[in-house]
């Protein structure tokens, strides 16, 4: 990909943002845990996401794709597949199936490409094996191809050392299968999961980070949901908005859940101009938030990283842009995502004339004026992503921008629609 820099302001209104990533992935497994059918709109047609529906068929469900409205028959009982389940790029996916297929009665293969089958599965596997799972792979067990043997799993209280939905999701969904469960972690990580759960029937109290779950006693109710658009894709183009003068940008009906916004209150404190519309709320609040620019100023970001994790790079692009040195600390786990976005980001800032340094747990970036480099994304989506918005100021290559594909397939039709030159 090759991005030329502009020299306009973005003025825009931008509404057919990728479809929330994560609800997406959730609403095709959830739907398993029914015994009707349930209806999904505004699901993501990405690479990963689409993966997981394939997944769900191969798994016994009938997927009745009608354009506008996805309907998800679900089988009478999870079958044994007679073929690998690919996941693709999507830690999410196998790390959620892993905790559902744990407590089936079966044996299931889960695979992904060459990135994520390098991605540590041993953090949601040992706690599982702990109560009875039987759970294997490579290097250990720790990556996948994973093999799983499924077993109903004993009742269990688990204290998370990570603030991570995926591992969180992975275990209720096995108690849930098995005898319940007692799961707690030391920062609240995303919480769709429980919401979602809640809302269809499931027998789940919530204590701020505690949670009590327990196993179903019959099929839970079926989704009947409108998936948002994730904030997470929509950042980029905040971000975007924050780093070129006299840019306005309102992005439309986005989830404006807590746990998912937090990278935007940092370009507040930044100094952008960041408002919040709420207009809907059902499983979710939704609505659209509107992004001005104004000169950023540099910031130290400690807290509620599990709420930012995936818009880091994009962040240190807005540090890349601002007037003094910017921190980010405790984000460890930036090491073990689609790559080590730690280690790549400094190494691309660094390419493009950027002041910037690794820590163990973060990086910490000087703003100044970037130049064109041509940067190796690792095949990691939000890599490429965050470098071809700092190309606008610059120019910028972008290579294995093919990996966008896995999460927002029309990123670069938005791209040129807000007036920018790219080429594939």
Same mark, same amino acid.
């Given at each position: 990909?090759?991005?030329?820099?502009?020299?306009?302001?973005?003025?825009?209104?931008?509404?057919?943002?990728?479809?929330?990533?994560?609800?997406?992935?959730?609403?095709?497994?959830?739907?398993?845990?029914?015994?009707?059918?349930? =209806?999904?709109?505004?699901?993501?047609? #990405?690479?990963?996401?689409?993966?997981?529906?394939?997944?769900?068929?191969?798994?016994?469900?009938?997927?009745?794709?009608?354009?506008?409205?996805?309907?998800?028959?679900?089988?009478?009982?999870?079958?044994?597949?007679?073929? %690998?389940?690919?996941?693709?790029?999507?830690?999410?996916?196998? =790390?959620?199936?892993?905790?559902?297929?744990?407590?089936?009665?079966?044996?299931?293969?889960?695979?992904?490409?060459?990135?994520?089958?390098?991605?540590?599965?041993?953090? %949601?596997?040992?706690?599982?094996?702990?109560?009875?799972?039987?759970?294997?792979?490579?290097? *250990?067990?720790?990556? #996948?191809?994973?093999?799983?043997?499924?077993?109903?799993?004993?009742?269990?209280? !688990?204290?998370?050392?990570?603030?991570?939905?995926?591992?969180?999701?992975?275990?209720?969904?096995?108690?849930?299968?098995?005898?319940?469960?007692?799961?707690?972690?030391?920062?609240?990580?995303?919480?769709?999961?429980? =919401?979602?759960? +809640?809302?269809?029937?499931?027998?789940?109290?919530? /204590?701020?980070?505690?949670?009590?779950?327990?196993?179903?006693?019959?099929?839970?109710?079926?989704?009947?949901?409108?998936?948002?658009?994730?904030?997470?894709?929509?950042?980029?183009?905040?971000?975007?908005?924050?780093?070129?003068?006299?840019?306005?940008?309102?992005?439309?009906?986005?989830?404006?859940? *807590?746990? =998912? @916004?937090?990278?935007?209150?940092?370009?507040?404190?930044?100094? #952008?101009?960041?408002?919040?519309?709420?207009?809907?709320?059902? !499983?979710? /609040?939704?609505?659209?938030?509107?992004?001005?620019?104004?000169?950023?100023?540099?910031?130290?970001?400690?807290?509620?990283?599990?709420?930012?994790?995936?818009?880091?790079?994009?962040?240190?692009?807005?540090?890349?842009?601002?007037?003094?040195?910017?921190?980010?600390?405790?984000?460890?786990?930036?090491?073990?995502?689609?790559?080590?976005?730690?280690?790549?980001?400094?190494?691309?800032?660094?390419?493009?004339?950027?002041?910037?340094?690794?820590?163990?747990? +973060?990086? %910490?970036?000087?703003?100044?004026?970037?130049?064109?480099?041509?940067?190796?994304?690792?095949?990691?989506?939000?890599? #490429?992503?965050?470098?071809?918005?700092?190309?606008?100021?610059?120019?910028? @290559?972008?290579?294995?921008?093919?990996?966008?594909?896995?999460?927002?397939?029309?990123?670069?039709?938005?791209?040129?629609?807000?007036? %920018?030159?790219?080429?594939?």
């Amino acid at each position: 990909m090759k991005i030329k820099a502009i020299n306009e302001p973005i003025k825009a209104e931008i509404s057919n943002i990728a479809s929330d990533k994560s609800i997406s992935h959730r609403s095709a497994i959830f739907s398993l845990l029914s015994d009707k059918p349930s =209806r999904v709109r505004n699901y993501l047609r #990405a690479e990963d996401t689409l993966n997981t529906l394939k997944i769900v068929q191969n798994l016994g469900a009938d997927v009745i794709d009608n354009g506008d409205e996805i309907l998800i028959v679900p089988p009478n009982k999870i079958t044994e597949p007679k073929v %690998v389940l690919e996941c693709g790029n999507s830690g999410t996916a196998m =790390r959620i199936f892993m905790g559902l297929l744990a407590a089936q009665d079966g044996f299931f293969v889960l695979s992904g490409d060459e990135y994520l089958n390098k991605r540590p599965m041993a953090r %949601v596997a040992k706690p599982l094996i702990k109560v009875g799972a039987k759970i294997d792979g490579t290097s *250990k067990g720790d990556k #996948a191809p994973l093999c799983i043997r499924g077993a109903k799993l004993k009742y269990f209280s !688990y204290q998370s050392p990570i603030a991570s939905a995926q591992i969180k999701t992975a275990l209720l969904l096995a108690a849930l299968y098995s005898n319940g469960c007692e799961y707690s972690e030391n920062e609240l990580s995303r919480d769709h999961t429980e =919401r979602m759960l +809640g809302g269809m029937g499931a027998d789940i109290k919530i /204590d701020n980070l505690n949670i009590k779950l327990n196993p179903m006693t019959k099929p839970l109710n079926p989704l009947n949901i409108d998936v948002p658009n994730d904030p997470s894709s929509a950042f980029f183009y905040a971000v975007a908005a924050t780093i070129i003068p006299g840019s306005h940008i309102v992005l439309k009906n986005i989830l404006l859940n *807590k746990t =998912r @916004i937090e990278a935007y209150n940092v370009l507040a404190k930044m100094g #952008a101009i960041v408002k919040f519309h709420k207009n809907s709320e059902k !499983y979710e /609040d939704i609505g659209d938030i509107e992004i001005a620019y104004s000169p950023l100023k540099a910031v130290e970001v400690s807290e509620n990283i599990s709420w930012l994790i995936d818009e880091a790079p994009a962040l240190a692009i807005a540090f890349a842009s601002a007037n003094g040195t910017s921190k980010l600390i405790n984000a460890k786990e930036l090491r073990v995502k689609e790559c080590d976005r730690i280690a790549v980001t400094v190494a691309g800032l660094k390419k493009c004339g950027i002041e910037a340094k690794e820590l163990e747990d +973060g990086f %910490v970036i000087t703003g100044g004026n970037p130049t064109s480099a041509i940067i190796d994304s690792h095949g990691d989506h939000r890599i #490429a992503m965050s470098f071809a918005v700092l190309g606008l100021r610059c120019g910028m @290559i972008v290579e294995k921008s093919e990996f966008i594909a896995t999460s927002f397939p029309n990123f670069t039709q938005i791209l040129r629609k807000i007036g %920018v030159s790219v080429e594939d």
